[in-house]
């Protein structure tokens, strides 16, 4: 098989060709059609994250992130075999041949948390792609079928980012279901901010009023049905949103998460209202703190999304026929390209290296 491995943060990856392994356990062995190069993909390549007020970045290296790793956390594969240990119950609809999304985000497996379904909570992290090898390959083995989740004719190429991003929006958007009756602000019209506008429609949402600084992507969210936009960079940004929103705005879901946006986001918060922080672009947290309790505002954080949820948002997007977000296949040998191509801002919709 061969993959592409990050062997040293922020160098080229490394080809690497080794056998291609036979599943042993409850393991499956998947032939990879399509893995998609996501953002977070660059913060391991890069070994870490930006924590603002000067402080030492927040390292990979130290959260146990070893090398060499295959990257690639948003991945579809043919099934090829599977484990000896696999019962017929583990399999549920699955056989050789069917076209599975790869669950990625998966925990230790024993504690309470990961027998809870929150794998993506766990404290002792195992997530494919990011602690153990992933899609940036042409083999994959993924360590239970019950991770691999029936794609039952959904495209592989557009199908693969909602393994990540995709689940990642759905997982937001749950957690301030209850204040779909009224606009939602969204930080953030990149492929993540286009993707929560169509599921928020499908979940049966009144709608968003997307911010973003770039115009071009603001057209872009306005084409999406966004119920209106604004220019976070304005002066007059706050006011705009509370016109706009044309009553109290009671959830904001910040895909970008910088200090600029957690700012905006909060200050346009009614009293109890919820700011929901997904982005992880970097900095320190700009708020007063005595506004948190005199507005009573909560601030929850967002990380990706559970098995349950995945599974949710497939059968969402079967159902409601939500239109794929754009890609652009590139063939597995470009993943330096890709991920360079991503680093400078220079792709149009996300890249999906296509072994
Ligand atoms: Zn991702
Ligand atoms: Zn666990």
């Known amino acids: 098989m061969k993959s592409f491995q990050v062997v ?36 391991i390549w890069e070994g870490g994250y930006d924590l603002g007020h000067g402080r030492k970045p927040l390292s ?22 599977f484990g000896p240990d696999v019962k017929a119950g583990d399999k549920a609809d699955l056989k ?16 309470e948390t990961c027998l809870a379904g929150e794998e993506n909570m766990c404290l002792k992290p195992n997530a494919l792609g990011v602690y153990c090898d992933g899609g940036y390959a042409d083999y994959m083995t993924v360590p239970h079928p019950r991770y691999l989740l029936n794609l039952k004719g959904l495209d592989p190429v557009t199908a693969a980012p909602y393994a990540c991003s995709g689940v990642t929006t759905y997982s937001a958007l749950k957690k301030v279901e209850a204040d779909f009756n009224t606009p ?12 929560a506008l169509s599921l928020l429609k499908a979940m049966g949402g009144k709608g968003a009023i997307v911010v973003d600084i770039d115009a071009r ?43 600029a946006t957690t700012q905006l ?28 309790p005199i507005k009573a505002i909560t601030i929850q954080g967002s990380y990706v999304g559970n ?17 794929p977000i754009p890609v ?28």
């Open 8 to 43: 040293e943060f922020n160098a080229p990856l490394k080809e690497v060709d080794q056998p291609t392994p036979q599943p042993s356990g409850t393991q499956v062995l998947i032939k990879v059609k399509a893995a998609g190069v996501c953002h977070s993909d660059l913060h």
């Open 60 to 81: 990979l290296k130290d959260r146990g992130v070893s090398l060499p790793r295959t990257m690639g956390h948003e991945t579809v594969g043919e099934i090829v075999a």
């Open 96 to 111: 050789a041949g069917d076209v599975a999304l790869v669950y990625p985000w998966l925990g230790c497996g024993k504690c």
């Open 184 to 195: 939602i602000v969204i930080f953030g019209a990149g492929g993540l901010g286009l993707m």
């Open 217 to 259: 992507k603001r057209e872009a969210a306005e084409k999406a049905g966004a119920l209106a936009t604004v220019d976070g960079k304005a002066p007059d940004a706050l006011e705009q949103l509370a016109k706009k929103a044309g009553g109290p705005i009671r959830a904001v879901i910040d895909l970008v998460g910088n200090a």
């Open 265 to 292: 986001g909060f200050d346009c918060l009614t009293k109890g209202g919820k700011l929901v922080i997904v982005g992880l672009f970097g900095g320190g947290a700009p708020w007063a703190l005595p506004l948190i």
């Open 307 to 323: 098995l349950r949820e995945t599974q949710e948002l497939l059968d969402l997007v079967r159902t409601k026929k939500i239109a």
């Open 328 to 355: 652009t296949p590139m063939p597995l040998a470009k993943a330096n390209e890709a991920l360079v191509d991503l680093q400078k801002g220079r792709l149009v919709g996300r890249a999906v290296l296509t072994p």
